[in-house]
Each structure stands twice: as C-alpha cells, then as structure tokens.
C-alpha cells in the first residue's frame, strides 16, 4: 500500500516528536541540550519522510545519546594555599565519520547541559566541514576570571591529569573555547607530554606555532564566520563594503570577525564582554580591543578611557538596540533573544552570522527566517575553527607546516562549499533560503549515512 505525502509528513513528524519527548525524559532539566536537539529535529522532519530508512535503524535514538559523558574531579590550589574543586567534563559524542573533535570551555556555566549541547552541534558542524572528524566537546566550571598565570597553569595541569586518560591524536583532539586560549592549550600539551610521553603533536589543536600550531587557527573562526556571510550578501547582491556591523564579545571569535569585516570595508560599531558593550561611532578600534583583552586581560570598559569619544554601557543584550546592517553575535549561547531579534529587523539589519554555538534562541531564530533576515547558522557559519583544526591535524600527521596564505585559502574554500551544500539542501528538500534547516539536514546526511553503514552500534 503507498502513502499519501501528507501521511509520510505525519508519521516523520509523529517518530521525531516521540524520540524528543524521550530525550527530555532522559536528560531532565537540561534546557540547553534540549533547544540544541529540538533545533535539529524539527529540521529533520522532511529528511524522514523521504527516507524513512533513518527511522527503521533507529538513527535519531542513537545520535542524540552521547557515546561516552565523562565526568570527573579537578582538585588545584589557589595562590594562598587554598584546596578548590573543579567538576572536569568531556562528552564524546559520536564518532561515526572521524575521531572527536571539539573544544574545551572554562567558564562557571558549564554544566552537563552545556556541554552536551556543545558536543550534539559539533558532530554536524564537523560533518559539514567535509574532514573527517567526529562531535566531541569539554570543558570545566572553573572560572579563570581574575587568576593569576600560576593559578591557571596549575588548574590546567590537574585538568589535563585526568583528561589524557582519555584522548589522543586518533581518538579524541580537544582544543580552544570560552575561556580556552593558547595559553590553556600550552600548558595542556605540557602536561600531556609529561604523563604520556612521545611528542604526539596532534592530541591538541590550537597549539603554539612553535611546537605544532597552524597559521590560520587563531583567526579561522572569526574569519570563516565573515567568509560565510559574504557568501550570502554576494547571493544577495550585497556584500560587506560600506556596511555597519555589530559584533558581540571582543574574544577570539570576535576579534578576528571584527578583523576580516573591517577588512572587507565595513564599519564596526559595537563590541562587548559579559559586563557591556562599547559603542564607538567611528567604527571599533581594534588595536586597542586586542591590546585590552589579549595583552592586559583586562574588561572592554576600558576602551573608553583610550577613546573617550566612545560610549560604554553596562549589560549585554543592550547591545543589539545599536542600528546595523549586519549582526554578528560572538560571544555566548542564548545572547539575541526574541526581544532582541525583533529589534535588530525593527532597525533594518540584513543578514545575521552567528560566530558563537547557539547564540539565538528558537524564537529569535524564528523572527529573523521569518522577516527574510540572511541568517548564517552557528553549525555553518562557524565551523571555520573546527575546520582548521582539522587541517591542523594534517600538518602535525604530515610533520610540515602550511603558510598562512595557503591555510586561509583552504578555509575560504570550505567556507563557500558549506555555504553551497546548506542552499543545495535546504532547495532539496523544500526549504529554500533556509540555512538552518539546509546547514542541519546536510550535516545530519553524511554522519547518519556512516552510521547505517556501521551497523547497530
Ligand atoms: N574559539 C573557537 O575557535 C570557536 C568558538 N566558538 C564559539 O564562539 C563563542 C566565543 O568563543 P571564544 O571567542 O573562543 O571565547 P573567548 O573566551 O575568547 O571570548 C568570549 C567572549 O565573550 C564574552 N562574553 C561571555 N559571555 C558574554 C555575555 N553574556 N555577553 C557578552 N559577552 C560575553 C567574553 O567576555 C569574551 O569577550 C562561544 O560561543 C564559542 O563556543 C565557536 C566555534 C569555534
Ligand atoms: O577547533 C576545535 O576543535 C574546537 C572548535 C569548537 O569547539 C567549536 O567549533 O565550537
């Protein structure tokens, strides 16, 4: 007997519903994996109503249940002589298509929830890099705000004690995240060494360029978030030239968003950390942002005091009632809400690229598809990080080193082939204009595909 399209719909929707109210069961009060999961889900619909071979083998089941959720204790002493604990964590979440890969984040937030939020992004981003890396993500709710050099160190080491258990250049390749820069990793990959032995260069990505790093990593998520939206103002017959633009966070991911765009002749008008955001109507200084954060670790607040001219408020979504033509939020997960997004379109913004993991909600989200905001998902349009990493990996396994020219324009390369496969997808499979249903199902495809071919595992 066939069925009617409708009924196929139904059913697919019926199967994802079913599989979602049971992750929620499971997983209790873990809101940021739940939103992380829904998002795929919902996209997913049209995919199982085409292939209805993805329900038979059980594939949503299986690839929203972590591999492996490790989780342990991080003791470390304080400059005084004071005992902390610290809850260590590291979800390796799938590895059907390579070893896991992602980053780790400090920051007092991070929970289970986070975490596995983090980890379920990542195995389609990585998917959709086209390199062969599996979802994986870490990280502890240490706080590095206000420790000294030593406190860190002696943080990262005791972390890493435990972490090296479980990681290596063929199994798992942590890297950079919040609060995880190459100074962690450096201290990392010391202590790494030290327990294990042998020089394998490729159990970290975002190393030194002295001892294995690539050129390119540092800037390749900020940049590839830029690249990414340059594909879709060129689709849009506009582009980056002339343009103001917002950018949230002035970290690693914001830095070199700010770099690439005001490169690419854009004005950049807005930058923030997690105590407010400065507005500077000459366009964002960014010699002075990188000197504050990167050289003094200091707050954004500062900036007004080299640049009085300049406006600095306190708080964080304050940041998106600034007029803009472009949005890139950098910072953290959940920072455009709703209110926000109905903001940004209400001030005439043209295209928004997420440079941070999930940092619209659904309902922001929602506004922007639905007012014909270009919106660059964060599985597409950051995925520039991850991608380096992964051609990181590469040089450390071929023991040479790219330029930065040839690592930039490898990124290029990938960024406007994720841009083509999410429109190609989204066209497929009735989305048109669509990234993030375009971004989810062509990363799902690929990941879901190596599964079946692995059998029931
Ligand atoms: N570093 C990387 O290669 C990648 C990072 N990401 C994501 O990008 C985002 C930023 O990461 P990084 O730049 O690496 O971290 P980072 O630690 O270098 O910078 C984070 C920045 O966000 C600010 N921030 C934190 N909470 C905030 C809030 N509530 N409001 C405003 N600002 C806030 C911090 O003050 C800091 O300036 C995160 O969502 C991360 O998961 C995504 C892909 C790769
Ligand atoms: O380079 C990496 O492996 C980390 C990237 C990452 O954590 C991310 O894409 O969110």
């Known amino acids: 007997m066939t069925i009617s399209t409708e009924e196929r719909n139904q059913v697919a929707k019926n199967y994802v519903e079913e599989v979602f109210a049971t992750i929620q069961k499971r997983n209790p009060n873990e809101n940021e994996f ?92 990585n998917s959709l890099t086209g390199q062969p890396i599996g979802g994986g993500k870490g990280g502890s709710d240490f706080d590095p705000k206000g420790k000294s050099d030593n406190e860190i160190m002696r943080f990262t080491q005791s972390f890493m004690t435990e972490l090296c258990k479980y990681i290596g250049p063929d199994a798992d390749v942590p890297a950079g995240d919040i609060g995880v820069g190459a100074r962690e990793v450096g201290y990392m990959f010391g202590q790494y060494k030290r327990i294990r032995g042998g020089y394998e260069a490729g159990v970290l990505t975002g190393k030194g360029l002295g001892y294995g790093g690539s050129l390119g990593r540092t800037e390749a998520t900020g940049y590839g978030t830029v690249y990414f939206v340059q594909e879709m103002l060129k689709d849009a017959g506009s582009s980056f030239e002339g343009s103001t633009v917002v950018v949230s966070g002035s970290g690693n991911v914001s830095t070199y968003a700010i770099e690439k765009a005001q490169s690419l002749g854009a004005k950049v008008v807005a930058c923030s950390d997690s105590g407010g955001y400065v507005y500077d109507p000459n366009g964002i200084n960014l010699a002075t942002v990188k000197q504050i954060k990167e050289v003094e670790r200091k707050r954004i607040s500062e900036y007004v005091n080299v640049h009085p001219h300049a406006e600095y408020h306190e708080g964080c ?21 709703e209110e926000s997004a109905k903001l940004l379109v209400a001030n005439g913004v043209k295209a928004v690229g997420e440079g941070a993991n999930m940092p619209s909600t659904l309902e922001a989200i929602e506004v922007f598809l639905t007012n014909s905001v270009l919106f660059g998902p964060a599985k597409a349009a950051n995925a520039g990080g991850v991608a380096v990493s992964a051609l990181e990996m590469a040089q450390n396994s071929m023991r040479l080193a790219w330029t930065f020219e040839e690592v930039d324009a490898k990124l290029h390369d990938i960024m406007v082939n994720i841009y083509k496969s999410a429109v190609n997808a989204a066209n497929e499979y009735g989305y048109p204009g669509n990234l993030v249903v375009g971004a989810n199902i062509a990363g799902f495809l690929k990941v879901a595909d190596a ?6 595992i």
């Not at 600034?322 to 809400?337: F, G, H, Y």
């Not at 599964?451 to 029931?456: E, R």
Request: charged share 20%.
């Open 317 to 337: 979504t304050g940041i998106w009632s600034i007029p803009c033509d472009i949005a890139l939020p950098c910072a953290t997960q959940n920072e455009i809400n």
């Open 34 to 125: 739940h939103q992380a999961v829904k998002e795929i889900f919902d996209s997913l619909v049209p995919v199982f109503a085409k292939h209805p071979k993805y329900m038979e083998s059980g594939i949503l089941e299986r690839i929203s249940e972590p591999e492996r959720l490790i989780t342990f204790r991080v003791p470390w002493v304080d400059d005084n002589g004071k005992v902390h604990v610290n809850r260590g964590f590291r979800v390796q979440f799938n590895s059907a298509i390579g070893p896991y890969k992602g980053g780790l984040r400090f920051h007092p937030s991070v929970n289970a929830s986070i975490i596995k939020f983090l980890g379920f992004e990542q195995i389609f981003k």
């Open 451 to 456: 599964m079946m071919a692995q059998g029931v």
